[in-house]
């Protein structure tokens, strides 16, 4: 089993609409959670941390089940500029686990 | 601050040669540095992780000799992929994490595309 599992997607949505990811992992001593954003052919850039309170930044909003052992991004009035693949990412035994990724592509 | 810098950008060589990846973090010091490699479609996979004038710790499965990793200052660290082969090709990425900060918190080059024929 993966340490940590996202739906490869794609996502198709238009401009918008309000879309979700899910992420599941297996760690349950996972101590930190973090979504990432990846552009193609570039490097991740930290999109927001994840917390069991959930947190919320703008458009974007994240939030923590430990108790299912999964982690959940929210996408509020998406934008083009909001195509990407986006990565969940915990951390465990001091080093940060990537997910494979889900691609989001937003259409006009 | 906090900026990472990588060279070559790409780089496309013949099989049985050895290239060699340069991180550099440009206005901090990086007592400890990443690299990463990602296959298409693939997650980022930890190759090592190198702390400044020790050896580096290499994961599971990374053959050391292969990868080799130099962490010989606080601002440079260089992965030598030797007698590369065509299942060597890959994006490898480095990052770096500023000295007394989170493990958490890394940095990351904008990344090497190698291509090996």
């Known amino acids: 089993r993966k340490e940590v599992e996202q739906d490869p997607g794609p996502f198709n949505v238009p401009e918008g609409a309000t879309v979700a990811f899910n992420c599941t992992y297996s760690?349950?001593?996972?101590?930190?959670f973090f979504w990432y954003r990846q552009d193609c052919r570039k490097e991740p850039k930290l999109l927001m941390s994840?917390?069991?309170s959930g947190n919320e930044d703008g458009r974007f909003t994240a939030q923590l089940n430990r108790a299912s052992q999964y982690i959940s991004l929210l996408i509020r009035d998406s934008k083009l500029s909001d195509s990407a693949t986006y990565l969940c990412?915990?951390?465990?035994?001091?080093?940060?686990?990537f997910g494979t990724g889900t691609r989001l592509l937003v259409s006009p | 601050g906090a900026v990472v810098s990588q060279h070559p950008s790409r780089v496309i060589c013949k099989s049985g040669t050895s290239v060699k990846i340069e991180c550099r973090s440009l206005?901090?010091?990086?007592?400890?540095m990443f690299w990463y490699r990602q296959f298409p479609k693939q997650s980022l996979m930890l190759m090592a992780t190198?702390?400044?004038?020790?050896?580096?710790?290499?994961e599971q499965g990374v053959e050391k000799d292969k990868f080799l990793i130099n962490h010989a200052s606080l601002t440079l660290s260089t992965l030598t992929v030797t007698s590369a082969h065509p299942e060597d090709s890959s994006f490898y990425i480095c990052?770096?994490?500023?000295?007394?900060?989170?493990?958490?918190?890394?940095?990351f080059g904008p990344g090497t595309r190698l291509t090996v024929l």
């Open positions: 190198s702390n400044e004038g020790s050896k580096a710790t290499y």
């Open positions: 206005d901090f010091q990086a007592t400890t």
């Open positions: 990052s770096a994490r500023k000295g007394g900060g989170s493990y958490n918190e890394q940095f």
């Open positions: 994840v917390y069991s």
């Open positions: 990412v915990e951390t465990g035994f001091q080093k940060l686990v």
């Open positions: 760690n349950s001593a996972s101590q930190s």
